[in-house]
């Protein structure tokens, strides 16, 4: 059945939302949809410039304004999504919900959209009457964009993911804290850096002792220093299981979405204990602002020649591109500063790895509030539109 081109649109004006809308903007999105903006803080106010008939913002929290959309697209967080869902599906809404929160991936009735991957999995839910559309986790639908050929090849026996994951991913605060606090330390030893002359462990030493006395407002959003250091722990500690076979055993939460996200996916077993391909590593947090880039290592099934795997990852879709293994294409095209603000997925840095010849390793880099976060849920609008 023909789906409507009604589209509720709540969370727009945060960050994930505003790329959200600067992407549908330049896609012509809106020339497709009839936009209905909601507000949880400013019903009433105007709406933005991509607003047609409906010129005020209504209400987020009004179930039957929202219950109106044929299609409703959020990127205003968990808890929204947690205390809305529920009220607008109990209150009889048929209608596609597109969202960038975690809260509902994991159900049985949610698919992870990331349709240039897993466009098969899509289709075949929609086929089924399927109507939640949820958005991955950054990291692994832009570790997914750039190497899912291999996974798709059916080559992949288990890969490791080791993550340097940018401030962004914490939201706009976060951005700023890590901002303040490279100021905070740069202002600490200026005039030391100004003279060429100084002793760089005189330097060293008040960065140090700048980052041990940052007070609790200088790290509020992250709880330590990260400008200048990292944080191996990203999202929710999930606790010691009960005993050391639990595959949760000592996971961060994002380190848990890794091995459960990528199966989904994939369309394959999502829990531990079904059949699914191992994917464990660790994630951490640096200074970067909005790219999370990805050191990963494959086990695969058999030897396959560098040359065929380059060339499988290059032919998988239109954002991937290959990055030679060498210094000088690696140092420019291979780092966050390349690749923000781009849908461009580098993957570089493949070689085989001294382990043996099924060993591969690969370095990754992705923008985590376009593949990471915004492009899927426009990309499912028009999946829907199309349909
Ligand atoms: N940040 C990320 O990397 C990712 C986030 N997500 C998901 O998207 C959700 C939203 O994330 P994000 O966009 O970072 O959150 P933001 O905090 O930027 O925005 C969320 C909402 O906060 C309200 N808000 C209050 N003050 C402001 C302000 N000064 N400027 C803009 N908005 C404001 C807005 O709602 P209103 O207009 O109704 O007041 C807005 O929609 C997350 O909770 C998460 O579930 C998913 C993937 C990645
Ligand atoms: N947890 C991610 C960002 C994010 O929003 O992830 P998720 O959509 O899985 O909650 C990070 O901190 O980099």
């Not at 969370?11 to 959200?20: A, D, N």
Request: charged share 20%; net charge neutral.
């Amino acid at each position: 059945m023909k789906v409507g081109n009604l589209v509720g649109l709540v969370g727009w004006r945060g960050m994930v939302g505003s790329v959200l809308l600067d992407r549908m903007q330049a896609e012509g999105d809106f020339g497709l949809i009839e936009p209905v903006f909601f507000s949880t803080s400013n019903a009433g106010g105007k709406a933005p410039a991509q607003a047609k008939n409906e010129s005020t913002l209504k209400d987020a929290h009004d179930i039957a304004a929202l219950k109106k959309c044929d299609i409703i697209i959020t990127a205003q967080g968990g808890d929204y999504t947690a205390e809305i869902f529920p009220k607008l599906r109990a209150a009889g809404w048929n209608g596609h919900w597109i969202d960038a929160a975690s809260t509902l991936r994991m159900k049985d009735d949610a698919i992870i959209i990331l349709d240039p991957v897993n466009l098969p999995v899509i289709k075949s839910a929609l086929a089924r009457g399927g109507q939640n559309w949820i958005g991955g986790n950054c990291t692994v639908s832009c570790m997914l964009m750039g190497v899912g050929a291999l996974y798709k090849a059916g080559l992949v026996e288990w890969m490791t993911a080791m993550t340097y994951q940018a401030a962004s991913g914490g939201g706009a605060q976060h951005m700023r804290e890590l901002l303040t606090q490279f100021g905070t330390l740069n202002h600490e030893v200026r005039a030391l850096l100004d003279d060429p002359k100084s002793a760089i462990l005189e330097i060293d030493r008040k960065i140090l002792a700048r980052q041990q006395s940052l007070s609790a407002a200088e790290t509020a959003h992250f709880g330590v220093p990260l400008a200048g250091s990292l944080i191996p722990w990203i999202d929710k500690d999930l606790g010691i299981g009960k005993n050391p076979d639990d595959a949760e055993w000592g996971m961060s939460k994002e380190e848990w979405k890794a091995g459960a996200e990528t199966n989904k996916i994939l369309g394959q077993g999502a829990a531990f204990g079904t059949p699914h391909t191992p994917v464990d590593g660790f994630c951490v947090r640096i200074g970067a602002m909005r790219c999370h880039s990805q050191a990963l290592t494959f086990k695969l099934k058999k030897d396959v020649p560098t040359a065929d795997i380059e060339a499988l990852i290059a032919a998988d879709n239109a954002w991937v591109k290959v990055v030679p293994n060498t210094r000088e294409a690696t140092i420019h095209d291979l780092t966050p500063v390349a690749v923000t603000g781009t849908l461009g997925i580098p993957v570089g840095r493949i070689r085989k790895l001294a382990m043996g010849p099924e060993y591969v390793g690969a370095f990754t880099v992705g923008d985590q509030l376009l593949w990471g976060a915004a492009e899927p849920l426009r990309r499912m609008l028009r999946i829907l539109l199309d349909a």
